[in-house]
Structure formats: structure tokens, C-alpha cells
């Protein structure tokens, strides 16, 4: 199943300097995707999201960009700092998350290091 | 804030034998979820749970999975007889119907079968 896959399995930045996570899909009925970070021992903790009716979300620190024409999305983080340092998945979601229980289909995950 | 825990955190068992993993979800969600992480590979869907019954699942989850809601906090996944395959991390997770309609994950709970 590689529906959405994540191409990097690793990424290593410094300290202040953006990161950027890339994250592919092949299925067009995906219309909604997802951001979740990923420390060992716990659960995915959702970062943030974007509709397929955008091409930017922004919260913070936090970008993400989709090209649907592509199938193709990316999150940026500015500036990078040592405790983003995790694996980082992009989940996504078919049609009528608001009113149906879409499941998520995950991407490998990118572990990211953000270096001091 | 409001978080999913898992019981337990670490479960081993004998091939063969049933388990039941518990979770309790955040409490005005309505849709819960299970899902798998085996060693080295993806964060998969196992099933979604609205209304009190299935409301999707994937072709993992065969007649030896079964999901409960037994008294309106917990939600469980039972696995009847174990296979060696079964190992894995299993994330139960619960959302509301608002937007951005993330899914709030527990910390998961090991299975180890042996």
C-alpha cells in the first residue's frame, strides 16, 4: 500500500534554520490531510491539517503547503528548534471527514533532528 | 487537556490466546479508532467506530478482531486467538466532529506474542 509515502526517511537540520518535510500521495479521492508528530514511546500527536479546497495552512511555526495537481504536500518549519526533533507522519483522509469517520492512511515517517 | 489512555502499556501473551486491549477515549468524542504500528513498517487502519457499531474496516481486521464499547467511556479490541503477526503496536484514537477533525491518539499499547 503505498497510497501516501514519504520519500526521506531522515532529516537532519540546524537550530534556526527551516525544515522541510515532504510527503506524496497517489489516491485522488484523498481531500484532507494531516500532519502528526511521533516521540518514541507515545502516541502521534496531530500538528496541523489542510483541506484540498487550500493550498496553505499556517499555524505558528508551522506551513503547510499542498499541490493537488501534484499530489504533493509539504510542511515547513520555521525556525527549527531542538525539541521538534521526532518522526514526523502525513496522514490523509478521503471524502466527508465531517461527517463520516474517514480513516487516516499514514506515510512512513520522516524522523526529523534538529541539531543545537 | 483532555487526553486517550491505554491499558496496558505492555501486554505479552502466548500464541493463540485472546487479549483485550482497553482504551478510553476523550469524553464528547464520537469517533474511535484503532490502528497498528508493526516494527519498521507504517501506522496502518485497523477500524472506525460511530454510533455503537463499525462504521469502516480494513481488510486487516478479519473474525479475529472484535471492537466494544461496553458502558460508554471504554472502547476495547479484542483479538480472540493470536498469531505471531500480531505483534505491535496498537494506538486507539478518538476525535469530535469540528474542525480540523484530528484524530487525538493514546500512547499505545504493546503486544507482544510469543
Known amino acids: 500500500d503505498q497510497q501516501v509515502k514519504q520519500n526521506s526517511p531522515s532529516l537532519s537540520v540546524q537550530e534556526g534554520r527551516i525544515s522541510i518535510l515532504n510527503c506524496d500521495y497517489t489516491?485522488?479521492?484523498?481531500?484532507?490531510f494531516l500532519w502528526y508528530k511521533k516521540y518514541p514511546a507515545e502516541g502521534p500527536t496531530f500538528l496541523i491539517s489542510i483541506s484540498s479546497i487550500k493550498d496553505k495552512n499556517e499555524d505558528g511555526r508551522f506551513t503547510v503547503f499542498l499541490n493537488k495537481s501534484a499530489k504533493h504536500l509539504s510542511l515547513h518549519i520555521v525556525p527549527s528548534q531542538p525539541g521538534d526533533s521526532a518522526v514526523y507522519f502525513c496522514a490523509a483522509s478521503g471524502a466527508g471527514i465531517e461527517t463520516s469517520g474517514s480513516r487516516l492512511t499514514f506515510g512512513e515517517g520522516t524522523q526529523l533532528t534538529v541539531n543545537p | 487537556e483532555p487526553e486517550v489512555t491505554q491499558t496496558p502499556s505492555h501486554q505479552v501473551t502466548q500464541m493463540g490466546q485472546e487479549v483485550i486491549l482497553r482504551c478510553v477515549p476523550i469524553?464528547?468524542?464520537?469517533?474511535f479508532y484503532w490502528y497498528r504500528q508493526i516494527l519498521g513498517q507504517k501506522v496502518e487502519f485497523l477500524v472506525s467506530?460511530?454510533?455503537?457499531?463499525?462504521?469502516?474496516k480494513s481488510e486487516i481486521f478479519d473474525d479475529q478482531f472484535s471492537v466494544e464499547r461496553p458502558d460508554g467511556s471504554n472502547f476495547t479490541l479484542k483479538i480472540r486467538s493470536t498469531k505471531l503477526e500480531d505483534s505491535a503496536m496498537y494506538f486507539c484514537a478518538s476525535r469530535n466532529n469540528a474542525p480540523p477533525y484530528e484524530q487525538y491518539f493514546g500512547p499505545g499499547t504493546r503486544l507482544t506474542v510469543t
Open positions: 489516491n485522488s479521492m484523498f481531500d484532507y
Open positions: 469524553s464528547n468524542h464520537l469517533y
Open positions: 467506530f460511530y454510533n455503537n457499531e463499525i462504521s469502516e
